[in-house]
């Protein structure tokens, strides 16, 4: 039997003087946007929420609301904009600090350029975020007609289920998230707004990387990666760089959401948005 010295034992027992996580003061309140989908739905309250939770362990005011999965970037946006005035009607909130994923991204956007909200808000940061298109939108709408049909079907009775307060369009969201779309339509007719700070982050993992993907993913990442590049499962490095590029992750698509995270990688997405909230820091916001 091998011997362990006590006083070897007991230094791993040792108390840490100041266990919790340290405060992170931010001049502005969060407010987190979740992209397309809402299967994430089924095992959380909302698709950001657990990042949110992490967040208000910092000491952060943040909020991870819902708005319907699947509809168009136009119709998203508004209920991200409405989200926004009844937050600070409720706490009296002058501007506030946004941090989309995915879809959500562009909705904000679209929200900060076109529906009157720009003087609300302080930053955005995107979390790979479509903002030139994503190859698997476009594969997506290759299937055969019947296919899709009754994929459509399926996944607006899902999204109405779960967000019955607003129609669902699984088609047509999707059918924004071509690069065509986005290159040609929305990005010329969607412009920054001075005077709010735009960040983003990008993603990589799978094929052309060293970093690990989940086998589920393995098929739609080598898809992307023939047409576009290096990307995190559904966006690439190249299509979610938006503003001021802060980094590339090597945590998936889903990772970045707390969703799917094996014990060996939770280190890595709790690094990420410690050093997400902490760019707010520095920057002032």
């Known amino acids: 039997m091998k011997w362990i010295e006590p006083k ?3 230094k791993k027992l040792e108390l840490a003087e100041y266990p919790q996580p340290d405060l992170i003061r931010l001049k502005y309140p969060v407010l987190m946007c979740h992209g397309y989908g809402g299967f994430s739905m089924l095992i959380s309250p909302s698709p950001l929420h657990n990042s949110c939770m992490r967040l208000r362990a910092y000491g952060i005011e943040a909020f991870a609301p819902n708005i319907v999965p699947y509809a168009t970037i136009e119709i998203r946006a508004e209920q991200w904009a409405g989200v926004m ?21 562009l909705d904000m956007r679209y929200a900060i350029s076109k529906l009157g909200i720009a003087d609300s808000v302080a930053s955005l940061t995107t979390i790979a975020a479509p903002h030139h298109g994503t190859s698997l939108a476009e594969l997506v709408l ?3 007609d019947t296919i899709k049909e009754k994929l459509a079907e ?24 071509t690069r065509e779309y986005v ?17 983003s982050y990008s993603a990589a993992v799978g094929k052309g990387t060293e970093h690990p993907l989940n086998p589920i993913y393995r098929v739609q990442n080598q898809l ?3 047409q576009e590049g290096i990307n995190d499962s559904f966006v690439t490095v190249d299509s979610a760089k938006w503003g001021k590029h802060l980094k590339t992750l090597d945590i998936s698509h889903l990772e970045q959401i707390e969703i799917q995270v094996n014990k060996e990688r ?7 948005w410690h050093d997400l909230v902490i760019n707010l820091q520095v920057n002032g916001l």
């Open 142 to 144: 290759t299937a055969p």
């Open 266 to 272: 939770k280190p890595l997405v709790e690094m990420f």
């Open 224 to 226: 992307i990666f023939q």
């Open 8 to 10: 070897k034992y007991l």
């Open 154 to 177: 399926l996944v607006d009775w899902f999204g109405e289920s779960i967000f019955p307060s607003q129609k669902s369009d699984a088609v047509a969201a999707v059918e924004q998230l």
């Open 85 to 105: 005035k009844e937050l600070q009607g409720k706490y009296g909130y002058d501007k506030m600090n946004v941090v989309a994923h995915s879809m959500g991204g």
């Open 183 to 199: 290159n040609n339509e929305f990005n010329p007719n969607v412009p920054d707004v001075e005077g709010i700070s735009y960040f």
